[in-house]
């Protein structure tokens, strides 16, 4: 789905009018390596500009060990999910496990999930081919047997966020 500045407005507008006890109106995930200085620092100042309350990680926050509580938290207090799938996203276990618990939990109860493919096409995260194939045999021998289920699930979520309509974009952004 193509995108403009004014199409986005129209989707926040009609999704911030059902008011909801949310500490955030949005959550975004992503790998901070790619975007984070980048397509997502110029969404987020964008989002809050507008009086949009958006969740952002610390840069700071501890990588590789899992969702942590500070995280977990915003999550469950975040009405929408902005899931920016860049080159190198599926090569963070963090975004990955994130990625898990916001369709796995979320998606069913009510919340939107908005993916946008930033330099990646959906077929390559469905398919797990390209980037996102060496990533998961990363992933497999890292884990070794000891993360099957964890691999598995990181497979479906993939397929599944690739299969939601979203954003492409391929131009650059500084």
């Not at 999704?15 to 980048?38: E, I």
């Not at 330099?119 to 990363?138: K, N, W």
Request: hydrophobic share 40%.
């Amino acid at each position: 789905m193509k995108s403009s500045p004014a199409h986005i407005d129209i989707i926040f507008i009609d999704l911030m009018d059902v008011q909801a006890s949310f500490t955030y109106d949005v959550f975004l995930n992503f790998r901070g390596a790619d975007t984070r200085f980048g397509f997502t620092g110029f969404l987020y100042k964008a989002l809050s500009d507008r009086g949009i309350r958006t969740f952002i990680d610390d840069e700071e926050l501890q990588r590789g060990f899992g969702v942590t509580p500070s995280i977990w938290k915003a999550i469950e207090e975040s009405r929408i999910f902005i899931i920016i799938f860049s080159t190198n996203y599926a090569f963070s276990s963090f975004c990955l496990d994130e990625l898990t618990l916001i369709l796995g939990r979320y998606m069913e109860n009510g919340r939107v999930v908005l993916p946008v493919f930033y330099h990646v096409d959906p077929s390559v995260i469905r398919h797990g081919t390209g980037s996102y194939g060496d990533a998961l045999a990363t992933h497999e021998e890292r884990f070794m047997k000891d993360s099957e289920e964890r691999l598995e699930r990181w497979r479906t979520s993939l397929n599944k966020a690739a299969n939601l309509s979203g954003y492409h974009f391929s131009g650059y952004i500084c």
